[in-house]
């Protein structure tokens, strides 16, 4: 019973909008109706600053890591634990106080795992933000991140979130497959401003 409500509580806590809540609640825009249309942290920092967009994945990430955190305070299975991180990440994604609508993934996936896989999120972490480094695309750091992460698992020897972690790969994968196919044909919109020639 105790698995099960703290799933469902999971789910709730990571639909709320944090990104939306900020964005209005500092700046009086909905990112909703602006930018990419997306309430997580990219389209948060684009329109309102970067000190809210770190807010907003602050928070966003927390929705991961609080119920992760309370099942494994608990003493629940890893797979228990899997569950609830998942819940959490789909409440992001698909809130049901957006209509089922949400932010990409990637902020509330990297809460969960810090509890569950500190190692190997880091080490995806850290790839992710090489790759936005060099290349100034935060959906090519984030599809990265997501990419490495089981393999990182894998490698560190935790078989037992290989289910998640592939699960959450194909999930924000999903999310971003408009950006995919803009990053194929170049069109993607990067996080830096280009140089100006000299």
């Not at 699960?167 to 950006?179: D, I, K």
Request: with cysteine.
């Amino acid at each position: 019973m105790v698995p099960a409500l703290l799933i469902v509580a999971a789910y709730l806590f990571g639909a709320v909008p944090f990104g939306l809540v900020i964005a209005k609640a500092f700046r009086g825009i909905d990112p909703r109706k602006a930018g990419s249309g997306n309430t997580g942290t990219t389209n948060v920092a684009r329109l309102c600053g970067a000190p809210l967009g770190v807010l907003t994945l602050i928070c966003d990430a927390g929705k991961g890591a609080v119920p992760v955190g309370a099942a494994m305070c608990l003493g629940l299975s890893v797979y228990w634990c899997s569950a609830v991180a998942f819940a959490a990440i789909v409440g992001h994604m698909y809130s049901f106080f957006l209509a089922f609508k949400g932010g990409k993934g990637v902020a509330t996936s990297v809460g969960t795992m810090l509890p569950l896989a500190f190692a190997p999120m880091l080490i995806a972490g850290v790839a992710c933000i090489l790759v936005i480094w060099r290349t100034g695309f935060v959906s090519a750091g984030s599809l990265t991140l997501v990419t490495i992460l089981p393999v990182a698992c894998v490698a560190l020897g935790r078989f037992d979130l290989l289910p998640l972690t592939v699960a959450v790969g194909l999930l924000v994968a999903w999310a971003h497959r408009e950006n995919i196919k803009r990053l194929r044909r170049g069109e993607e919109k990067p996080w830096r401003k280009p140089k100006d020639p000299a």
